[in-house]
C-alpha cells in the first residue's frame, strides 16, 4: 500500500490559517517543527491533541462534490494531505513518509472549531464518514516533502490506545 504526499500544511498558532509549506521537519514523539500543536499554541492544546494529522485529497474532492465546499486551502485544519491511500488503514500501523517514520493512532473527527475558523458553514458535517482524517505520532525524525512517497511499514509496535495517550500527556503536564 503507497500513496504520495500532496501538500503539508502548519500554523503557529490555534485558529490562525493554515499555511502551506513544501518541506517541514518532523520531531519524534512531538511533531512538526513550528506548528501549533507542537509549541503547545494549538486551540486544544492540553486537552486533545494530535502530533500530525492526515487527510486524504481523495476525501476533499468527495467534499467538494457533494458540499459545494473547497477546502483545498488547508481549511480542513490537517497537516498532511495524501493520495492513493485510505489514511484510516493506517491506524495502528508505522508507516514512511520520505524519511520521517510515522504511527497512525486514532481518528481525527471533526469539531465545530474547525467550522468557525472556515467560516462555512456545513465543514464539520462535511468532514465526517472518515473523511475528518487521523492523528499520528512522529516515530523516527526527518523531513517530509510536498511529492514524498508513503508506504506501509508494518503494524505499529504496542502502540498505546487513545486513553493511555491522553492519561500520558496529561501526566507530562
Known amino acids: 500500500m503507497t500513496g504520495v504526499v500532496e501538500t503539508i500544511y502548519t500554523t503557529p498558532a490555534g485558529s490562525e490559517p493554515m499555511e502551506e ?102 465543514v464539520s458535517r462535511a468532514l465526517k464518514n472518515k473523511r475528518g482524517g487521523i492523528c499520528a505520532s512522529v516515530v523516527e525524525n526527518g523531513t517530509i516533502h510536498a511529492g514524498d512517497e508513503l508506504a506501509v511499514l508494518g503494524d505499529a509496535e504496542g502502540g498505546e490506545g487513545v486513553a493511555d495517550a491522553i492519561k500520558n500527556r496529561l501526566v507530562d503536564q
Open 21 to 122: 509549506v513544501e518541506a517541514i521537519e518532523a520531531v519524534a514523539r512531538q511533531g512538526l517543527r513550528g506548528d501549533r500543536y507542537m509549541k503547545g499554541t494549538g486551540y486544544y492544546s492540553g486537552l486533545d491533541e494530535c502530533e500530525v494529522t492526515f487527510i486524504e485529497h481523495e476525501a476533499i474532492e468527495e467534499i467538494e462534490a457533494e458540499f459545494d465546499i473547497d477546502l483545498t486551502d488547508g481549511q480542513h485544519r490537517r497537516n498532511v494531505v495524501t493520495s492513493g491511500v485510505s489514511v484510516h488503514d493506517l491506524l495502528n500501523r508505522q508507516f514512511s513518509v520520505g524519511d520521517v517514520t510515522f504511527e497512525g493512532t486514532r481518528p481525527r473527527p471533526p469539531c465545530a472549531h474547525v467550522e468557525q475558523v472556515a467560516d462555512e458553514e456545513g
